[in-house]
């Protein structure tokens, strides 16, 4: 199992999403909650990657909802993080 700062390291190069405003939702976040997430939450949101971008864009930006509990969390949270909550 990889160290913490690898996967890490890992998770950060996969928020690169080739759009900068994707880039910068995704990795703002992270970088500001890296510190406070567990395995759990770290598993969620590495799945989250695993989703195309057109859903990430329209799940940030209230278009639809993610189908999982934990990434609708992670979302709200990405959301308010940015200031896109209502």
Same mark, same amino acid.
């Given at each position: 199992?990889?160290?913490?700062?690898?996967?890490?390291?890992?998770?950060?190069?996969?928020?690169?999403?080739?759009?900068?405003e994707l880039d910068?939702?995704?990795?703002?976040?992270?970088?500001?909650?890296?510190?406070?997430?567990?395995?759990?939450?770290?598993?969620?949101?590495?799945?989250?990657?695993?989703?195309?971008? =057109?859903?990430?864009?329209?799940?940030?930006?209230?278009?639809?909802? =993610?189908?999982?509990?934990?990434?609708?969390?992670?979302?709200?949270?990405?959301?308010?993080?940015?200031?896109?909550?209502?």
């Amino acid at each position: 199992m990889p160290s913490t700062e690898a996967r890490l390291k890992r998770i950060q190069w996969r928020c690169r999403r080739g759009t900068r405003e994707l880039d910068a939702l995704l990795g703002g976040w992270l970088d500001a909650h890296a510190a406070a997430m567990d395995e759990t939450q770290f598993a969620a949101f590495d799945a989250l990657l695993d989703q195309q971008d =057109p859903e990430l864009w329209d799940w940030l930006m209230a278009h639809a909802e =993610p189908p999982r509990a934990d990434w609708r969390a992670i979302v709200a949270g990405i959301r308010r993080h940015a200031g896109l909550a209502e």
